[in-house]
């Protein structure tokens, strides 16, 4: 059981780091992939949803393999670790994407013509007009999303991260104690969920008390 914990402090630095790294990646590329999705230009916005649509279809599993085996294997060599956190970060970029989206078309079209015309900067304008409105609409959905990609790290190892999942195979496989294994690491996906849920919540009601 002490070579269990042991391997597991490792492990869960892997699961969280995967997690964060994706969720980070998906924040930044959802930014521009959300600009181009509301373009008034046909091809832009084309290009764009298509792509939203692309990745969403395609199996997360699916995607690690292209990044580790295909960019991996011959044009762009990364290790697994960084091959989980590119192919869930391209996934992410996707959802939360669509979560922005939904949150911008959500904002009164007056408040977006308001900061038009009286040429607010878009800096003071997005830090006290549109965030103030946008997040309590966003952190929901986007909280759910950061579990759920908590869940699909689990697939990394697949392609050989050492997460949480894969020592506790390792671990069932070696002393033939899967039901107690992974009962350990089914709670500890539970304890680091179930804060990020708590966090969004306490985060979304302060911003809507202050708007």
């Known amino acids: 059981m002490d070579v269990l914990f042991h391997g597991l402090l490792g492990a869960l630095a892997n699961t969280v780091g995967i997690t964060l790294g994706a969720l980070l990646v998906g924040l930044v590329l959802a930014v521009p992939v959300t600009w181009a999705a509301r373009s008034t230009s046909p091809a832009v916005s084309g290009a764009a949803v298509a ?119 390792d671990n069932a496989q070696t002393n033939m104690n899967g039901l107690l294994t992974f009962t350990i690491i089914g709670l500890i996906y539970i304890g680091l969920s179930v804060p990020v849920a708590a966090l969004s919540r306490h985060v979304g009601n302060k911003v809507a008390a202050r708007a």
């Open 51 to 169: 792509f939203i649509q692309i990745v969403r279809s395609v199996p997360v599993l699916v995607w690690l393999f292209l990044i580790y085996f295909g960019l991996g294997g011959g044009m762009l060599p990364l290790p697994p670790f960084g091959a989980a956190v590119a192919g869930l970060g391209i996934v992410s970029s996707a959802y939360v994407a669509e979560i922005y989206r939904s949150g911008l078309a959500a904002i009164p079209a007056g408040q977006r013509d308001a900061i038009h015309s009286l040429a607010l900067p878009a800096g003071p304008a997005l830090r006290r007009i549109l965030l103030p409105q946008l997040l309590p609409i966003v952190l929901p959905p986007l909280s759910s999303y950061t579990i759920g990609l908590l869940k699909d790290s689990a697939l990394a190892s697949i392609i050989g991260v050492k997460d949480l999942t894969a020592i506790g195979y």
